[in-house]
């Protein structure tokens, strides 16, 4: 997570902002909160897959880092 903050970080002065999407994990609150505050980052928690599609549509790029689902494809 620390890796996806200080991208943050560097994009925030091109007026980019990183969404996250996705449950809390024992390590990922406390910072990603820390940069929302600050206005790095948004974070929205868990969302159910058909609006988590819908809020990444016209974004410039996404990307999935499903880590705990072994043989399963990311869905979003």
Do not use: C, N
């Amino acid at each position: 997570m620390t890796e996806s903050i200080g991208l943050a970080e560097r994009l925030a002065p091109y007026g980019i902002r990183l969404d996250f999407i996705g449950s809390e994990a024992r390590d990922v609150g406390s910072p990603l909160r820390r940069a929302q505050r600050v206005g790095l980052a948004a974070w929205f928690g868990y969302v159910l897959d058909r609006h988590a599609v819908l809020m990444a549509e016209g974004a410039m790029a996404g990307l999935s880092l499903a880590d705990d689902i072994i043989g399963t494809p990311p869905t979003k």
